[in-house]
């Protein structure tokens, strides 16, 4: 069956550190991966999507980026967080074939 | 103009009321997702339904793709069903999803 992970769940960082975050998915082969962020009280916001190995797409112009080096696995970083990196991101993947939709477990970040 | 649009925002009902959240999209679509989110949870896919109805239990979703709306129904409501739920859609091109900005749900003992 298909899972996906997520970690760090939580995650505490002062202004300015790094971060990375990191998704895999276990289960099937070649599929849609998703990195969303959700502030408090909002919507799901996209940030990057992957149709495969190094192909990334940026849906807003920010100080995170996306990679992917392996094809089940999706990282998101920065070099130097802002306040306002500050939410809960979510990775998701869809299958390719039959458009399922799943989600992890979700990291919140707290940046000081 | 936003391309998901769910109705209500927030709603509240008193345990073993009748629910019902709708949506409405304006994208060509051939799948409708609904997604629950427990507070400070991740997000679960519930249903994805391309016609007709599926059920889950006391979960009931409906879709009419000529008119491009939907429905979750939740029958006799548990205070345990209090979460968002959300309505999403990926659009026949591209390869990202429309999400509905979620209806929050509290069921009161």
């Known amino acids: 069956s298909q899972t996906i992970h997520q970690w760090p769940a939580t995650l505490v960082q002062p202004v300015g550190s790094p971060l990375s975050l990191e998704c895999t998915v276990e289960g099937t082969s070649n599929p849609n991966l998703y990195w969303y962020r959700q502030a408090a009280g909002r919507g799901l916001q996209l940030l990057f999507y992957?149709?495969?190995?190094?192909?990334i797409s940026s849906e807003v112009p920010q100080n995170l980026s996306a990679s992917r080096p392996q094809d089940r696995q999706f990282i998101l970083s920065s070099k130097k967080l802002l306040l306002s990196d500050s939410g809960f991101y979510l990775c998701?993947?869809?299958?390719?074939?039959?458009?399922?939709?799943?989600f992890g477990e979700g990291s919140r970040l707290t940046v000081l | 103009k936003n391309e998901v649009e769910q109705s209500p925002q927030n709603l509240t009902a008193q345990e073993g009321e009748f629910i019902t959240i709708n949506c409405s999209y304006s994208?060509?679509?051939?799948?409708l997702h609904w997604l629950q989110q427990h507070p400070g949870g991740g997000i679960v896919s519930l249903f994805m339904?391309?016609?007709g109805k599926k059920k889950h239990g006391r979960l009931i979703a409906t879709i009419n793709i000529q008119e491009k709306h939907s429905s979750l129904h939740i029958t006799a409501s548990h205070p345990r069903d209090s979460a968002v739920y959300i309505c999403?859609?990926?659009?026949?091109?591209?390869?990202?999803?429309?999400f509905g900005t979620g209806t929050s749900l509290t069921v009161i003992p």
């Open positions: 992957s149709v495969g190995i190094g192909q």
């Open positions: 998701a993947w869809s299958e390719t074939s039959t458009g399922e939709l799943f």
């Open positions: 999403a859609v990926p659009p026949n091109t591209g390869n990202q999803f429309y």
């Open positions: 994208v060509g679509i051939s799948a």
């Open positions: 339904l391309s016609s």
